[in-house]
């Protein structure tokens, strides 16, 4: 698909739809809510500012191009004045205080967002079914899970109801209900895109990314939202991406994939030989592929959830009804801290708070945290040494299509088994794109860290190669 | 400091009890034999250089802000933002 923010510039600035009607258009879309996507609309300040749009082109004044774009947020950024409630009780009733850096730099180019969108709570789940606002469902078969975290992200985009939206990945949770529901979606380098103003769960691998229809929406996204943030310190200075630098395949030569990935028990065996037959056709365009060893999935998603646990237990102690949130109150207050937080937080959050606060005890923290931290450390030293012989490691996104709403509650473990293939990439800091070609959710592209270009321009290659 | 606290406690969550799903995560954990077990941090290296901090400067929020944060305060009465009743033990 082309880029649907292009086409959507050229019909407002030659007046062939006017920015009011596209905004209430696709608003009374989301105002159904068919597939739960939607945890509030933001429509006073949506219709407003499409208003503004419409004078702006009427008096013949330039529009940039994202002026006037609708889009979607995860309903985990700070967007002054707007609900936030990260799909949970505590916060139902919560509202931002201030604009998340990213949002505020789409908002700076005229975008204009629509609906903070439905998502696992606090991030944590991998099928936006651990949410107040009812499991979000597939964009393809509504029988399914979207994906998540960010699935009403996911859903939005692919079903139209939003041209892009941003959602955001700790674990896969922009890459996996991207490719649950056939769309593109970017976990940039961590560092490339402010954290400032998202809700943190794990801070040492939170990314903030686009979900869009074609590579050229992700790139237009990525580029406006980038940047270094006094914010956020771990962010870091980049340079634009530029239209043509990724309309050739030039500088990729070499391609590898994890071969444990794909000899993996737990693999598909569809999503196996449609994988195999994508790495058959890009031998075919004369690109070297090399088979790579990498750790086994389960040293993987342990590693992950390790950490991920430890720092969204530490994240989350702020949650004590305090001065926000639904405080219960109880006799004194440790009582209404505990009691707070036990009603309103779901069975998940619980979950990973409990293992997070296990991790980081005495006893626990030497045998498993800190061990924890060397593995990443090596998982991290063997991706440096990959991208030394390779350009791009390509896998699949999930080992399986997208499971039936209902089933991925009753087994947490086989859920955190399922976030096998996209952990590691977290890990490693990585830049990672799903692309919605190759298996039946798609494939992952991932470059050497900074390196999204690499990425997006294997994406196009593999658009018109698959 | 020598009281041993339990999970519950820690986590300011009654009744929570360690789940055997992310125990079975630990386990791996536990059985793996990383080539160095201290951590150096050498390859993830995310903080900022001392010589390119932010400067240390007191922004005022702004009147919204102000508002906002005022109006998430979960108990208000006769123009106090009520906090719960402090520890006693």
């Given at each position: 698909m082309e880029s649907q923010i292009k086409a959507i510039h050229q019909q407002l600035v030659s007046k062939q739809i006017t920015c009011t009607a596209l905004v209430q258009e696709k608003l009374d879309l989301l105002k159904q809510n068919t597939h739960n996507?939607?945890?509030?609309?933001l429509e006073e300040s949506a219709l407003a500012a499409a208003a503004k749009v419409d004078a702006k082109i009427a008096k013949g004044e330039e529009i940039g191009l994202l002026e006037g774009i609708p889009f979607g947020i995860k309903d985990v950024y700070m967007v002054q004045?707007?609900?936030?409630?990260?799909?949970?009780d505590l916060l139902k009733n919560y509202k931002s205080a201030y604009t998340a850096t990213a949002i505020q730099k789409l908002l700076d180019a005229g975008a204009i967002p629509l609906v903070k969108e439905n998502c696992d709570s606090f991030g944590h789940?991998?099928?936006?079914?651990?949410?107040?606002?009812g499991a979000v469902k597939n964009a393809?078969?509504?029988?399914?899970v979207g994906g998540g975290s960010s699935g009403g992200s996911a859903v939005n985009v692919a079903k139209d109801y939003t041209v892009f939206s941003i959602g955001g990945d700790t674990g896969g949770s922009i890459r996996q209900p991207a490719g649950y529901n056939n769309i593109y979606g970017l976990k940039p380098?961590?560092?490339?895109?402010?954290?400032?103003g998202i809700m943190a769960y794990a801070s040492s691998t939170d990314c903030v990314g686009p979900l869009a229809k074609s590579i050229e929406d992700i790139r237009i996204v990525l580029n406006v939202m980038s940047g270094k943030d006094g914010k956020d310190q771990t962010t870091y200075a980049s340079e634009a991406i530029g239209e043509e630098s990724i309309?050739?395949?030039?500088?990729?030569k070499t391609v590898g994939y994890f071969k444990n990935f794909i000899e993996s028990?737990?693999?598909?065996t569809t999503v196996k030989a449609d994988f195999l037959a994508a790495v058959e056709k890009i031998k075919e365009k004369g690109i070297e592929v090399k088979e790579l060893d990498f750790f086994k999935s389960d040293t993987l998603v342990s590693t992950y959830y390790t950490l991920a646990m430890a720092e969204t237990a530490s994240n989350l102690s702020?949650?004590?009804?305090?001065?926000?949130?639904?405080r219960i109150e109880d006799k004194n207050l440790k009582e209404t801290y505990a009691v707070t937080r036990s009603e309103n937080f779901s069975e998940e959050t619980k979950r990973r708070v409990v293992g997070g606060n296990q991790v980081l005890s005495q006893g626990f923290s030497d045998a498993i945290y800190l061990k924890g931290l060397a593995l990443r450390d090596q998982i991290a030293e063997n991706f440096e040494k990959d991208f030394q012989e390779v350009d791009i490691i390509l896998s699949p996104v999930?080992?399986?299509a997208p499971p039936v709403i209902g089933d991925s509650l009753k087994d947490p473990l086989a859920m955190y088994l399922s976030d096998e293939y996209t952990v590691g990439f977290s890990l490693g800091q990585l830049p990672t794109l799903t692309v919605p070609q190759g298996t039946v959710t798609g494939l992952q592209i991932t470059a050497a860290k900074r390196n999204e270009e690499q990425v997006l321009k294997f994406a196009n290659f593999l658009k018109d190669t698959l | 400091m020598s009281k041993i606290m339990t999970v519950d406690i820690l986590s300011s969550i009654k009744g929570a009890k360690p789940s055997e799903s992310v125990n079975q995560l630990f386990d791996v954990i536990r059985n793996a034999h990383p080539?160095?077990?201290?951590?150096?941090n050498n390859v993830n290296i995310n903080a900022v250089s001392v010589d390119d901090l932010r400067e240390d400067e007191v922004v005022k929020s702004s009147d919204l802000e102000r508002q906002i944060i005022k109006e998430n305060f979960p108990n208000e009465k006769n123009g106090y933002l009520v906090v719960s009743k402090v520890i006693e033990d």
């Amino acid at each position: 698909m082309e880029s649907q923010i292009k086409a959507i510039h050229q019909q407002l600035v030659s007046k062939q739809i006017t920015c009011t009607a596209l905004v209430q258009e696709k608003l009374d879309l989301l105002k159904q809510n068919t597939h739960n996507t939607v945890n509030s609309l933001l429509e006073e300040s949506a219709l407003a500012a499409a208003a503004k749009v419409d004078a702006k082109i009427a008096k013949g004044e330039e529009i940039g191009l994202l002026e006037g774009i609708p889009f979607g947020i995860k309903d985990v950024y700070m967007v002054q004045g707007t609900y936030t409630t990260a799909s949970s009780d505590l916060l139902k009733n919560y509202k931002s205080a201030y604009t998340a850096t990213a949002i505020q730099k789409l908002l700076d180019a005229g975008a204009i967002p629509l609906v903070k969108e439905n998502c696992d709570s606090f991030g944590h789940g991998s099928s936006s079914e651990n949410t107040i606002f009812g499991a979000v469902k597939n964009a393809v078969d509504a029988n399914l899970v979207g994906g998540g975290s960010s699935g009403g992200s996911a859903v939005n985009v692919a079903k139209d109801y939003t041209v892009f939206s941003i959602g955001g990945d700790t674990g896969g949770s922009i890459r996996q209900p991207a490719g649950y529901n056939n769309i593109y979606g970017l976990k940039p380098t961590y560092g490339r895109i402010s954290r400032y103003g998202i809700m943190a769960y794990a801070s040492s691998t939170d990314c903030v990314g686009p979900l869009a229809k074609s590579i050229e929406d992700i790139r237009i996204v990525l580029n406006v939202m980038s940047g270094k943030d006094g914010k956020d310190q771990t962010t870091y200075a980049s340079e634009a991406i530029g239209e043509e630098s990724i309309a050739t395949i030039d500088g990729v030569k070499t391609v590898g994939y994890f071969k444990n990935f794909i000899e993996s028990d737990a693999i598909d065996t569809t999503v196996k030989a449609d994988f195999l037959a994508a790495v058959e056709k890009i031998k075919e365009k004369g690109i070297e592929v090399k088979e790579l060893d990498f750790f086994k999935s389960d040293t993987l998603v342990s590693t992950y959830y390790t950490l991920a646990m430890a720092e969204t237990a530490s994240n989350l102690s702020r949650l004590d009804g305090t001065n926000y949130g639904n405080r219960i109150e109880d006799k004194n207050l440790k009582e209404t801290y505990a009691v707070t937080r036990s009603e309103n937080f779901s069975e998940e959050t619980k979950r990973r708070v409990v293992g997070g606060n296990q991790v980081l005890s005495q006893g626990f923290s030497d045998a498993i945290y800190l061990k924890g931290l060397a593995l990443r450390d090596q998982i991290a030293e063997n991706f440096e040494k990959d991208f030394q012989e390779v350009d791009i490691i390509l896998s699949p996104v999930t080992p399986a299509a997208p499971p039936v709403i209902g089933d991925s509650l009753k087994d947490p473990l086989a859920m955190y088994l399922s976030d096998e293939y996209t952990v590691g990439f977290s890990l490693g800091q990585l830049p990672t794109l799903t692309v919605p070609q190759g298996t039946v959710t798609g494939l992952q592209i991932t470059a050497a860290k900074r390196n999204e270009e690499q990425v997006l321009k294997f994406a196009n290659f593999l658009k018109d190669t698959l | 400091m020598s009281k041993i606290m339990t999970v519950d406690i820690l986590s300011s969550i009654k009744g929570a009890k360690p789940s055997e799903s992310v125990n079975q995560l630990f386990d791996v954990i536990r059985n793996a034999h990383p080539t160095n077990n201290n951590s150096l941090n050498n390859v993830n290296i995310n903080a900022v250089s001392v010589d390119d901090l932010r400067e240390d400067e007191v922004v005022k929020s702004s009147d919204l802000e102000r508002q906002i944060i005022k109006e998430n305060f979960p108990n208000e009465k006769n123009g106090y933002l009520v906090v719960s009743k402090v520890i006693e033990d």
